[in-house]
Nanobody, 124 residues
Framework: QVQMVESGGGLVQAGGSLRLSCTSSGRTISIYPVGWFRQAPGKEREQVAAAYFSGGGTYYADSVKGRFTISRDDAKNTLYLQMNSLKPEDTAVYYC?????????????????WGQGTQVTVSS
């Protein structure tokens, strides 16, 4: 059974940084496509970053390009999302996910396992 457990959310002022972590058990994140999604109140869930590390690909939504970075630690089987220059509009619940479908154009598609989510709040 695959489990994804996020941590690292919190409250930060605009312009600040946070790093989210997602530890996977049951699936090796260096082999499978992985991604980060977020959902703000009243809005649909959107993908912000994804990676297929064994295929050499990363994907970023236009809204976070140049500010967010997806990375991994193989020894810990942990996925990270480094978020810099945070804006109030980045406020959302952030989820990590993994699946089997990835493309450079759309990132991670139809994830089959999700984490429980972690709240990120950016104050102005």
């Amino acid at each position: 059974q695959v489990q994804m457990v996020e941590s690292g959310g919190g409250l930060v002022q605009a312009g600040g940084s946070l790093r989210l972590s997602c530890t996977s058990s049951g699936r090796t994140i260096s082999i499978y496509p992985v991604g980060w999604f977020r959902q703000a109140p009243g809005k649909e869930r959107e993908q912000v970053a994804a990676a297929y590390f064994s295929g050499g690909g990363t994907y970023y939504a236009d809204s976070v390009k140049g500010r967010f970075t997806i990375s991994r630690d193989d020894a810990k089987n942990t996925l990270y999302l480094q978020m810099n220059s945070l804006k109030p509009e980045d406020t959302a619940v952030y989820y990590c996910a993994t699946g089997v479908y990835y493309s450079a154009r759309t990132g991670l598609s139809a994830p089959d396992y999700w984490g429980q989510g972690t709240q990120v709040t950016v104050s102005s």
